[in-house]
């Protein structure tokens, strides 16, 4: 049985080899299901093999945060420039049309909010496999608590999530949680990352951070980055360029969209750079451009 004492941090991840990707266009899942191949091509697009996710899902710990005040009014301009809704089944229900055509990624965990003393404690399955079917969900996101007093039951709950998705064939998103004990390097979401995808995670969602290259190799499943805490607009379209540079599938953008200056030019600038091969500056470029003309 291995050990931590034992464990020997690997050093060979043949990053000038580009990873096999089979008949399928999203890395590691072309063994899987038609139906969830489907589901998978309308999260990935099938021309780039990337995706950007919308995150507007802090509500369901966080209530009411800055930029997501009106979610009725918020999210529609947006949808243009993504392909998939990252949200929880109650803002999708009473904000979003139903004639929308972007991917749903429904968020199936609750957990503690931001008042609670430590998070990673008591989260628990946020809804059913059948109304995931009954909103038309692509995917499920599972938070998951590597290194923390919940990583067992939120690994088990990971678990039996996948169990369900691959009963239905819906893809399931495991999400990396980063308490904030836990720091933020290398050596921590190779763990995590790793972790995941054995536990059947058909995509991760995960922080960018250096030597990221090696983290995207040695995950057999497609990554995808959290953008994490609002930045200045170019320097968060600079972290999307060195991600997908460096291995990621897409981006999962939530702050440094809806709390930009312009949310649907950065919306625009994010897909320049995650599909069509736009550096950080003619992504910024983009940017200015569309929020001049608004």
């Not at 995509?203 to 057999?220: L, N």
């Not at 809806?258 to 599909?275: D, Y």
Request: aromatic share 6%; charged share 25%.
């Amino acid at each position: 049985m291995a050990d931590n004492a034992g464990n020997t941090a690997g050093k060979d991840y043949r990053l000038d080899v580009p990873p096999k990707i089979g008949d399928f266009h999203v890395k590691g899942l072309s063994s899987c299901s038609w139906g969830m191949k489907n589901r998978l091509s309308r999260i990935f697009r099938p021309s780039s093999g990337n995706t950007v996710m919308l995150a507007f899902d802090p509500g369901y710990i966080m209530g009411s945060t800055s930029g997501l005040e009106r979610l009725d009014i918020v999210i529609e301009p947006l949808l243009p420039f993504v392909d998939v809704l990252m949200a929880t089944r109650g803002a999708l229900r009473t904000c979003i049309p139903p004639a929308t055509d972007k991917a749903l990624c429904l968020r199936g965990t609750h957990d503690a909010s931001v008042l609670h003393e430590d998070m990673s404690v008591g989260g628990g399955a946020g809804l059913d496999m059948e109304d995931a079917l009954r909103i038309n969900a692509s995917a499920l996101a599972v938070q998951t608590f590597i290194g923390a007093p919940g990583e067992r039951d939120s690994l088990e709950l990971l678990c039996r999530t996948v169990d369900m998705g691959e009963r239905y064939g819906i893809p399931i998103l495991g999400v990396v949680a980063v308490g904030k004990q836990l720091v933020r390097n290398a050596r921590y979401f190779l763990l995590a990352t790793r972790i995941l995808a054995e536990h059947g995670a058909h995509m991760v969602k995960t922080y960018y951070c250096e030597d990221f290259e090696r983290i995207a190799a040695a995950c057999p499943v497609p990554i995808v980055i959290a953008g994490g805490r609002k930045l200045p607009e170019d320097e968060a379209l600079t972290m999307a360029y060195r991600a997908v540079r460096e291995g990621a599938r897409g981006v999962d953008m939530g702050r440094n969209i809806f709390q930009s200056e312009h949310p649907a030019a950065m919306a625009l600038a994010v897909g320049k750079v995650v599909h069509e091969g736009f550096t950080d500056g003619e992504a910024y470029e983009a940017y200015l451009e569309m929020k001049n003309r608004s």
